[in-house]
């Protein structure tokens, strides 16, 4: 069993930094690819970006880029998502995800990201 839980939302205003917080509850955090998407008000859930069990790849939605990084913790169990220069349209809940699959299946291009284990979500909210 996997449990995913986020933290370290909050309400924030345009052009500060946020750090999400992932703790990842299983018995092999290493044999994880673990993700973040985001979903606003009245829109799809989109991917923000991915690390692989190791830590060593990466990777990000385009529009992204630049502004978040993600990292881990594997000793700690935790995944992150540093945020900087927010804008009003980063606000949504964000979601931490996870699969066992491997990294280059995961990411197997056409076959879409998809993720096993998910958590309960922290609202970030950017005014202006």
């Known amino acids: 069993q996997v449990q995913l839980v986020e933290s370290g939302g909050g309400s924030v205003q345009a052009g500060d930094s946020l750090r999400l917080s992932c703790a990842v509850s299983?018995?092999?955090?290493?044999?994880?690819?673990v993700a973040w998407f985001r979903q606003a008000p009245g829109k799809e859930r989109e991917f923000v970006a991915a690390?692989?069990?190791?830590?060593?790849?990466?990777n990000y939605a385009d529009s992204l880029k630049g502004r978040f990084t993600i990292s881990r913790e594997n000793a700690k169990a935790m995944v992150y998502l540093q945020m900087h220069n927010l804008i009003r349209e980063d606000t949504a809940t964000y979601y931490c995800?996870?699969?066992?699959?491997?990294?280059?299946?995961?990411?197997?291009?056409?076959?879409?990201?998809?993720?096993?284990?998910w958590g309960q979500g922290t609202q970030v909210t950017v005014s202006s």
């Open positions: 995800a996870a699969d066992e699959q491997s990294w280059f299946e995961i990411m197997r291009p056409g076959r879409g990201q998809k993720y096993a284990y």
């Open positions: 299983a018995r092999s955090v290493t044999s994880y690819v």
């Open positions: 690390i692989s069990g190791s830590g060593i790849s990466t």
